[in-house]
């Protein structure tokens, strides 16, 4: 079955920029998307169809998608993006929904 | 501006049938899927499965034995039920609107628009 890999953690200084890596056999074949979820609350979309933001959301989040690999680039960390982020992809072969387990982005 | 509200009961026992419904508001019911996610105490999300507005329905394979999910147009809702709970079905559940094409063959799926989440216990 289709599965995507997440760090469980990654840490940065503010101001700094964070890469969040989402791996998955043949990733850069399907569109990835990436959810913000703070403690607490609902997740909020952030990225999705590999590079667009929602309206809303800030310049400083980016996202790529090649080979393997997708990657969320947070630039000019700020203390409120600190927050537990998900990978998200769509499988064909099995028309289902695939998260990756997260990882917690701490800013030091 | 779409809005999820949902509801359910929030403790059950184990045996028991989990009940949900999401209310769908201030938006298109139609060219969407919706769909049902949970998140266990201190772990991350999972895919329950979705609906779209005519019916159609996906699963999570670790999970179809036990889920139907339906939909009621005439009132832009949808519902998950999930039979036979345990413990190890505790946890928060969000109601979600999906976003599905294709582009270049190659298909994207988001979900732009969650619910605020109902916690579910299963305790005896």
């Known amino acids: 079955s289709f599965e995507l890999t997440q760090p469980p953690s990654v840490s940065v200084s503010p101001g700094q920029t964070a890469s969040i890596t989402c791996s998955g056999d043949?990733?850069?074949?399907?569109?990835a998307c990436w959810y913000q979820q703070k403690p607490g609350q609902s997740p909020v979309l952030v990225i999705y169809?590999?590079?667009k933001r929602p309206s809303g959301i800030p310049e400083r989040f980016s996202g790529s998608n090649s080979g393997n690999i997708a990657t969320l680039t947070i630039s000019e960390t700020q203390a409120m993006d600190e927050a537990d982020y998900y990978c998200?992809?769509?499988?064909?072969?099995?028309?289902?929904?695939?998260f990756g387990g997260g990882t917690k982005l701490t800013v030091l | 501006q779409a809005q999820l509200q949902q509801w359910g009961a929030g403790l059950l026992k184990p045996s028991e049938t989990l009940s949900l419904t999401c209310a769908v508001y201030g938006g298109s019911f139609s060219g969407y899927y919706w769909s049902w996610i949970r998140q266990p105490p201190g772990k991350g999300l999972e895919w329950i499965g979705e609906i779209n507005h005519s019916g159609s329905t996906n699963y999570n394979p670790s999970l179809k034995s036990r889920v139907t999910i339906s939909v009621d147009t005439s009132k832009n809702q949808f519902s998950l039920k999930l039979s036979s709970v345990t413990a190890a079905d505790t946890a928060v559940y969000y109601c979600?609107?999906?976003?599905?094409?294709?582009?270049?063959?190659?298909?994207?799926?988001?979900?732009?628009?969650w619910g605020k989440g109902t916690t579910v216990t299963v305790s005896s």
């Open positions: 043949k990733l850069g074949d399907k569109y």
């Open positions: 169809e590999d590079t």
């Open positions: 979600a609107r999906g976003q599905f094409g294709s582009i270049s063959s190659y298909y994207y799926y988001y979900m732009d628009v």
């Open positions: 998200q992809a769509w499988d064909s072969t099995t028309s289902c929904v695939v």
